[in-house]
Structures are given as structure tokens and as C-alpha cells.
């Protein structure tokens, strides 16, 4: 005889396993806050690696920790304060709620925040983004000549290099050979001179600049500068630029001054082409400044030995010497003595003797000095009288 419970079927079908409990060794309260962290990270969130770029959200500057991001994962970022102090240093600014790129430098499972930088431009993107600022706002900018080409000149730009075509260059003569300019150009290099910028293609790395846009700007720049920092007695070199019947223009390095012709020698000029040649080196004297009308004068024969300072050594009351008729005047006759000196020989000497004209050569006979006031007194020896002892006076 059956019973029901021999007859009755398995519940649990033979090929499928009964449910297993939980493990022996679970742990309800680490399962939970695994749980929890599982949705605090968003959905298919990648797990962040030192070099990964990541975008973030300031949530919190911090000066004692530095900048925290919100970068969507299980732990905030971080900006070290180190770094962030070094990007406040140079300009940079943050608010909370900026979002930013930033780079993954550390990952610790055992560190609340994921470090973080802030990935820096190379210096090449740097120098092309600053070249595109100067060219965007026209700005002058101030650079040293490192070489040239036929073509130009070539312009250190931080680490890139810039090029100003011939065209673009001031003050280089029109008309010159390809040759002759070619080596004219070599005397540009080392000098700083004003540019703007007139062409910037990252890609083809072509910079292009023009000192003839930036002459004028640069040129009041450096006048200002100069007649700053110019005093009356102060020793300049200057090349000169340029030679006028009344005197010699020197460039001192942004502004002209004027050596008249009576302070080029101690000796009697009548032209600056006599002593001065246009691109000669010069070490002057600056004797006057009218910062009204922004002129300078300078002195070239204060820098030598002022001859009437030796006259005494030179030339004794008594003596005869050669010398050449300068000048006649209504009064006497001037004549060179040599070494920037000349003497007096007055109009009351000259009654019984022969008449003079300008460029004779004489013999005088000097009858006082005073170097003080600059002043010889002369008078004409007759040779006749002279071989025969009978002298003037």
C-alpha cells in the first residue's frame, strides 16, 4: 500500500541546485558601505590612473590644502596647495564653480582626495599664444636681433624665431644692392629695438614683425627713457648720424644731440666732415639739456686735453714762433699756433708792416700769456731785423 508522501513528486527538481546562505565569513557592514560607494560613483565611471585627463568643478579653495574639484568619481580631486600657490603667482585666478582640465598625479585608496595637476601649455604653444596677443592688440614689444638673411632679419621670440623682412625694416637705404644690404644688415645684430607683430601661422611656424610700425613708438619710448636718466656733465658714446655746416648729430642710443662746431677740437674746424665721419663711434660730453624742446648739446673737445691748460709749457713770453693767419678782423689778426691755440696780433702792430691775407705763414714773436683767459699777445718779427739782433719789442 502507497502512501501520498510516497507518491508525491520532489519540489526541488534533481539538476538544480538549492540556494546557497550566506557565506560563513560575510560581513553585513562592509557589504553596505561597499554598496554605498557603489552609488556614490556614476555609472560607468572609469577608474582613475596617474596621466588621465579629467574635467572638474571647484567645490571648495582651500588655502591650507589647495583647490578641491568635483570630478564625478568616488573621491574629490585635489590641487596641492604648493601648486596652486605657484599658479596664483603667476596670474592665474580661480573661483568656485570654474571648471577646469586637469591631470590625475596620484591615486591612493587610502587618501581622501585623487591629486590632481593643472596641465601647463609647452613653451612653444606658450610663445605662439603670446605672439597672437600682440598681434591681436597692436602692443609694442621689445626683442634683441640675433641674425640675419638675405631677406631680413632674425628676432628671438622666447623660444621660437621671428622674422622682419627688408620692407620692414627703418632707416635701411632703398637703393642699395642685394649684397650691400645683405652685409649692412650684420651691423643690426645685438641691438634691441622696438616690433609689432604683422603675422602669426602656428602651423607653417611663420612669425612675422615689422620694425618700421613700431619706430615711432619705441623711438618716444627711449627718449623718454634717456632724458630721464641724462645730466649736464655725464659722459655718453653716441654714433654720429648725421654732418651740418653748424655741427655733428650724435644718436645716443634713442635721442639725438648736437656737438656744434665749436666744441668738435680745440683746434679751429670749419667743417664737421674735417674730424667726423656719419656711423663713427664717439664718447662726448653732454654740456646742456632743454627738456622743453628736448635738445641736447654735447661736447667732443672736453674729452681731450684742453691745449691752453700746457700753453704755459709750450710757449715762453719772448719767444719766436711759426704760425698761420687764421682770420683778419678790424681789430688784428688771429693766428694758429698749432695744437688748438691761437694768438692775437693787434691792429696797432700791423700799421708799418706788410699787409696780410688769411692763410700766410709768419713768424711772431709772443708777448704775453694768460691761459685763463685764453688770450696770447703776438707780434710780427721781421727777418731782416731779426738776423741782424736788432728785435722788436
Do not use: C
Not at 709749457?313 to 683778419?328: A, H, K, S
Not at 678790424?330 to 700799421?351: N, T
Amino acid at each position: 500500500m502507497t502512501t501520498d508522501t510516497d507518491t508525491a513528486p520532489d519540489s526541488t527538481p534533481p539538476d538544480v541546485a538549492p540556494a546557497e546562505g550566506p557565506a560563513l565569513d560575510s560581513n553585513p557592514a562592509a557589504d553596505f558601505l561597499a554598496m554605498l560607494d557603489a552609488a556614490d560613483q556614476p555609472a560607468n565611471a572609469p577608474d582613475p590612473k596617474p596621466g588621465m585627463s579629467l574635467t572638474g568643478k571647484i567645490v571648495e579653495i582651500n588655502p591650507e590644502q589647495g583647490l578641491v574639484l568635483n570630478l564625478g568619481l568616488k573621491h574629490d580631486g585635489l590641487l596641492p596647495k604648493e601648486a596652486l600657490e605657484q599658479l596664483l603667482a603667476q596670474g592665474k585666478t580661480f573661483e568656485v564653480g570654474q571648471t577646469l582640465q586637469v591631470t590625475v598625479t596620484s591615486v591612493d585608496d587610502k587618501d581622501s582626495y585623487i591629486l590632481v595637476a593643472i596641465p601647463q601649455p609647452n613653451k612653444f604653444q606658450q610663445d605662439w599664444e603670446a605672439a597672437q596677443n600682440l598681434l591681436d592688440s597692436k602692443a609694442m614689444w621689445e626683442g634683441t636681433v640675433t641674425g640675419y638673411n638675405k631677406g631680413g632679419l632674425i628676432v628671438k621670440f622666447g623660444n621660437l624665431q621671428a622674422f622682419v623682412p627688408t620692407s620692414h625694416l627703418a632707416s635701411l637705404p632703398r637703393d642699395e644692392k642685394a649684397m650691400e644690404r645683405t652685409a649692412g644688415l650684420a651691423n643690426w645684430v645685438g641691438r634691441v629695438l622696438g616690433f609689432k607683430v604683422i603675422e602669426v601661422d602656428a602651423q607653417r611656424r611663420r612669425l612675422v614683425l615689422s620694425q618700421r610700425e613700431a619706430q615711432k613708438e619705441f623711438k618716444t619710448k627711449l627718449r623718454a627713457k634717456i632724458f630721464s636718466e641724462l645730466a649736464e656733465g655725464q659722459v655718453r658714446t653716441g654714433v654720429v648720424t648725421g654732418l651740418r655746416d653748424f655741427g655733428a648729430f650724435v644718436d645716443l642710443g634713442g635721442a639725438d644731440g648736437l656737438i656744434h662746431v665749436s666744441e668738435i677740437s680745440w683746434q679751429r674746424v670749419k667743417h664737421p666732415g674735417e674730424v667726423l665721419k656719419v656711423g663713427q663711434t664717439v664718447e662726448v660730453e653732454v654740456v646742456k639739456i632743454d627738456t622743453t624742446s628736448q635738445r641736447v648739446g654735447l661736447s667732443l673737445k672736453r674729452r681731450q686735453a684742453d691745449p691752453w691748460s700746457m700753453v704755459a709749457e709750450r710757449l715762453q713770453v719772448g719767444q719766436v714762433v711759426e704760425g698761420r693767419v687764421l682770420r683778419l678782423t678790424p681789430f688784428g689778426a688771429f693766428v694758429e699756433l698749432g695744437e688748438g691755440v691761437d694768438g692775437l696780433i693787434h691792429i696797432s702792430r700791423l700799421a708799418d708792416q706788410p699787409q696780410l691775407t688769411e692763410g700766410d705763414n709768419v713768424s711772431v714773436r709772443v708777448l704775453s700769456i694768460d691761459p685763463s683767459r685764453q688770450r696770447i699777445g703776438l707780434a710780427l718779427v721781421d727777418p731782416f731785423q731779426e738776423q741782424f739782433g736788432d728785435s722788436a719789442e
